[in-house]
């Protein structure tokens, strides 16, 4: 990935905001792999892949995939993902190409082969079989793969990601605690090496960047934030106050109620509602969590008029009464 200080920035940037609008309270972690890989595009000789990280800490939402979409897109680059967990002789077989029950397009050289240009995502490499390890960690220092024929693909223009659930809580701690980059990430060598990643792996990455825990404070704004933006999208004011605190319970906790079939079920049928209301006249609406859905309710003055009998006997006993 031969690039000009501009177009780094570019894809710098293009990677930052898609992340940071995709992903909620992780921007420490974002700016830090945006940095690694600027210094890569600064540093990147012809004997290494353009990097090799590890991704450590909660997963919370599936944050390590969120992060691993929007890089990919502003890399340009082409992604695939191997889930190198046991047992010997699956996926962790695949991506060498030696399984013979799978197709060689499906292999990490032949992958590479027609997209040099990469972003390969590792799931679980603590657990992967030695062969596999030691493959890879070849790769890495010699920038060559060899697939089962002896055939090699270079690994210059790849980016490897390395994801591991290994001492999340503990990196997920650190991360709040700790906001120098390099002291985070020789702390989290010694978290990760403590709980049995692999010390040759870990000497062998450019670095580790740590997701944090998010409290439950963080973790319900997010969730009010999310329902606030989805009526706003659809061209409506949510009142203030307008949330009914069970929604941010079961959203936290989506067990009970109409959170129990699924959330994402449940915010599509909202975004159904909102439209309707919208089509309707409502401009300010409060939301209410309802047995099998979230309640719409318009709460606009306009609306609370046209509800009322527009004249008659009713009308006018209304205002003599007043």
């Not at 990147?44 to 990919?72: E, M, Q, Y």
């Not at 029950?101 to 490499?125: D, E, T, W, Y």
Request: glycine share 8%.
């Amino acid at each position: 990935m031969t690039t000009d200080v501009n177009t780094t920035q570019a894809i710098l940037e293009k990677f930052r905001t898609a992340a940071k609008d995709d992903i909620f309270g992780q921007d420490a972690a974002i700016d830090a792999l945006a940095a690694e890989l600027a210094h890569r595009f600064e540093t990147h000789s012809d004997d290494r892949p353009l990097g090799v990280f590890v991704l450590a800490g909660p997963d919370a939402n599936d944050t390590k995939a969120g992060i691993f979409h929007p890089f990919t897109a502003a890399l340009g680059a082409a992604g695939h993902f191997y889930d190198l967990s046991p047992p010997w002789g699956g996926e962790d077989a695949i991506i060498l190409g030696l399984n013979r029950g799978f197709p060689q397009s499906m292999s990490l050289p032949q992958f590479l082969r027609g997209n040099p240009k990469s972003v390969i995502v590792l799931n679980a490499i603590e657990r992967a079989h030695p062969t596999i390890v030691s493959r890879l960690m070849s790769a890495w220092t010699n920038n060559v793969l060899q697939d089962p024929s002896g055939r090699e693909v270079s690994t210059r223009e790849a980016v490897f990601i390395l994801k591991t659930e290994l001492a999340q809580g503990e990196i997920g701690e650190l991360a709040r605690q700790e906001s120098d980059p390099d002291r985070l990430h020789v702390s989290a060598v010694k978290l990760l090496a403590d709980a049995g990643f692999p010390i040759p792996v870990l000497r062998s990455v450019d670095a580790v960047i740590c997701l944090k825990r998010l409290t439950t404070g963080e973790l319900t704004r997010r969730h009010c934030q999310g329902l606030e933006d989805q009526v706003h999208a659809h061209g409506l004011v949510l009142e203030e106050g307008g949330l009914d605190a069970r929604l941010v319970t079961y959203g936290l906790h989506p067990v009970l109620g109409a959170y129990a079939n699924g959330v994402q079920a449940l915010l599509d049928r909202l975004d159904v509602d909102l439209a309707l209301a919208k089509a309707k006249g409502a401009g300010k609406v409060r939301l209410v969590l309802g047995e099998e859905s979230i309640l719409v309710l318009p709460v606009d003055r306009a609306l609370e008029e046209d509800a009322a009998p527009p004249s008659g006997t009713d009308d006018q006993e209304v205002r003599g009464n007043e």
